[in-house]
């Protein structure tokens, strides 16, 4: 079963993602995911610099796609998008691609991409949809967090033929985009003079109850769970359904908790002592809802 590090979140300075992605080249993952998904105002790194980061993970053996954005509200975000879909043409080393809205999947289908990945915020939940994806040249489909194991195991077996299928297994849950950056709200800024204070927040704003329990996360235009979602404990239910797992990023003990999958997936620690072990490395509790079909900041055991 394959390892795949999702792309980065968040936003961390220059040289602390130069850093993280030169440990990364240096693990057991299979496939790395590039770009910036979340806010176009984001420019630490751009696309060059993300492409010259694909180059040095694919120098390491790893299979490299680039993310495009979940939110596309401008003509320089559709030039970024234009140039990541025409990567080839542009003489770049032509990585692969994940399609996260419509316009980039219609762009990929107008370039004859035969071989690009149906992001998650994609949204897709039956079979319909994702057997449209795959006529129009998709042949990896990285599952919506919020789809349950029960759900995904209907999905795939109505389709005409298999396609590779990737479930979000580790971080913090992406829940939806918003035209407005509740981190700027947060510090009493407008959007486009926020100052990038995200820049100083390397794993979001905990969002709290009046009673003071984590609730949600603030990321930019991001809305994300408070609790990290982690299947560590549901392995063998999870690799009857999925080809590849995806771990996203978070500040701090990311490649730990990518060797604490990889000794679970090959067998040198059990499912449940390698969930144990990842209690400590984690910025808030695990929850695993959505895969058992519950609310998603549960954690569901099975009697």
Not at 26 to 34: F, I, K, M, W
Not at 275 to 287: D, G, Y
């Amino acid at each position: 079963m394959k390892l795949a590090l999702g792309p980065l979140l968040y936003y961390w300075p220059r040289q602390s993602v130069l850093d993280f992605y030169a440990d990364i080249a240096e693990t057991s993952v299979d496939s790395v995911y590039l770009g910036e998904t979340v806010c176009s105002r984001r420019h630490e790194l751009r696309l060059d610099d993300w492409l010259e980061v694909g180059e040095m993970l694919a120098a390491a053996d790893k299979e490299v796609v680039i993310s495009t954005q979940g939110l596309i509200e401008s003509e320089s975000d559709l030039k970024v998008l234009r140039r990541i879909v025409r990567q080839s043409a542009d003489g770049a080393p032509g990585f692969r691609v994940e399609a996260n809205d419509m316009g980039a999947v219609r762009l990929l289908g107008e370039a004859g991409a035969t071989d690009w990945v149906a992001g998650p915020t994609l949204n897709i939940f039956n079979p319909a949809t994702l057997q449209l994806m795959i006529d129009a040249g998709a042949t990896r489909w990285a599952v919506a967090p919020e789809m349950s194991g029960e759900a995904l195991a209907a999905v795939r077996a109505a389709l005409a033929a298999p396609v590779e299928t990737e479930v979000f297994a580790y971080g913090r849950l992406p829940l939806a985009h918003s035209a407005r950056c509740f981190t700027a709200r947060h510090f009493n800024l407008q959007k486009d003079t926020c100052e990038f204070r995200c820049l100083a927040i390397m794993d979001g704003i905990t969002l709290r109850t009046r009673e003071g329990e984590p609730f949600l996360t603030l990321n930019g235009v991001q809305t994300q769970s408070a609790r990290v979602h982690n299947l560590l404990g549901d392995l063998p239910a999870v690799r009857q359904n999925a080809e590849v797992l995806r771990i996203s990023p978070q500040g701090s003990d990311t490649r730990r908790v990518v060797e604490l999958f990889r000794a679970a997936l090959d067998d040198a620690q059990t499912p449940a002592a390698a969930l144990a072990a990842s209690r400590e490395l984690m910025v808030e509790a695990p929850c695993n809802g959505f895969w058992h079909g519950r609310a998603g900041a549960e954690q569901y055991v099975a009697a």
